[in-house]
Each structure stands twice: as C-alpha cells, then as structure tokens.
C-alpha cells in the first residue's frame, strides 16, 4: 500500500499558513522530487485544492528510521552542491530567507518563559534568554552563510530512511527552501546527533564556512523542540545535550 498524507487547509494566522507549507510540499513532488538526483518518496498523486492537500508517496515505513549522520551529511552535501546557485532560479516560488521570521519571533518569546521554568543547564539558559527579542536578527544571519541552494528545512533523522542496503531517502518536504546548503547541517546536527558525532559529521559535510551563522537559527528551532517534550523526558534531555554543544561552538 502506499502512503496517503492529507492535510486541512491550513490555519488562518499559523506558521503552517505563513510559509505556505501544504502548498510548497506539493510543488516539490510536482516540480522538484523529478530531478532532485537524491532518493525521495516516488509520488502518485499531488493535488492542492480549497480542501486542502493531498499526497499519495511511496511507503517507506519498512525502511529503518534515521540514519548515520556520516551518511546523511554526505547525502545533504551533494544535494546541495548540485543546486547551489541554481534552485531559486530555477523554481523562484521556493521559500526565501526571512519568510515567516516575525512570526517565528514572537512564538518564540511566548514559549521561553515556560522553558525558563525547566531545570537547565546554566550555557543552555543563558543562550536561550539572550534570543528573546534577537529572534529576527538571528535569522537574518543567515543571509551572510553562504550561496543559497536546495535545502530541505527540516533535515532531522525523524525525516530520514534507511534502506537494507544503506540507501538514505529524504521525506516531508513541507520546509523545502532555498537558503544557505550549510543550515541543513546545523539542524541535522541540533535535532539529531549526538554531540560525540558532530565532528566526524562535519567532516563528512566538508566545507561549511557559514555554520556559525545558521547555527543560531537551528538552536532556535532546538528550543521549540525541546518545548514540545515534557522536562526531564529522554528526548528533551537529548535536546539539551546538543543545544550546549551548539551554544558551545559560538
């Protein structure tokens, strides 16, 4: 059987509506996933209409969750560098650096209180707090990080397949956009390897001068991340871990 994502049409006001997620992820099969020369779902059906979206892909569930993060910055490099320079020319409806930033900036006030009130470890706490306010400039680093290519948004391990034979496919394209190629390393990085790997990682990436100006914006989206587990949970546990790495390399 193969797998069936639907989708409402997108709520008034939210981050999925302001980015334009469903129609974007939908333009991607249609447009992009054809030519992209890196292994993604094969597409059946996309349609976008007045109820919202639909996409009918490959079932991947049997093919291991995650992958060795060697593997998947190589992946990632070389779908970069086929792209770079060259994806925003070619589809201009990608999304552009700075798209939804004010509402991301304002989320990201409102949830800082609440993980304020966690239990953190004082470089993890003393980051977070400096962000408040600093979101938008955050963000507006990355104009500085390097060409802009192909990316895929939301590069986590949750959105990566392994096959028997080691093939690494890419899955929910809702966050496709066209930015610097290296910010697809710092949320792989931030969202899914454990600190121990981050070097052999990056090797593997190769060159990456503008990481430290997008890794602030993946440790934003680390704390929304952590936000969404409960405190003490071994997934916001993990998410500490590698926001004190992050905050460590700036």
Known sequence: MNYVKRRAPEKAGSIAAELQMA?????????????????VPACYRAELNDEGSLLELEDLSAWRPGADPVAAATLLRSMHDRWVDRAHVRWPWLRPIGAGD???ARLYDATWPKLAARSLSAPVREFGARLVGKVQQVEAQLLTAGPLTLVHGDASGQNLRTAPDGEIALLDWEDVSAA???????WHLVSSVPPAQ???AM??????????????SSLVQGYFS????????EQAEGFEARLAAGVAML
């Not at 129609?23 to 292994?39: D, K, L, Q």
């Not at 952590?226 to 949970?233: H, K, L, R, T, Y």
Request: aromatic share 10%; proline share 12%; charged share 25%.
């Open 198 to 200: 981050w070097p052999e």
């Open 226 to 233: 952590m936000a969404d587990w409960p405190e003490g949970s």
């Open 23 to 39: 129609a974007s992820e939908v333009r991607f099969y249609r447009e992009i996933a054809p030519e992209i020369g890196v292994r």
């Open 203 to 216: 090797a593997a990436y190769g060159p990456s001068d503008g990481l430290l100006a997008t890794l602030p």
């Open 180 to 186: 610097p190629g290296v910010l697809d390393l710092t």
């Open 102 to 104: 004010e509402l991301v």
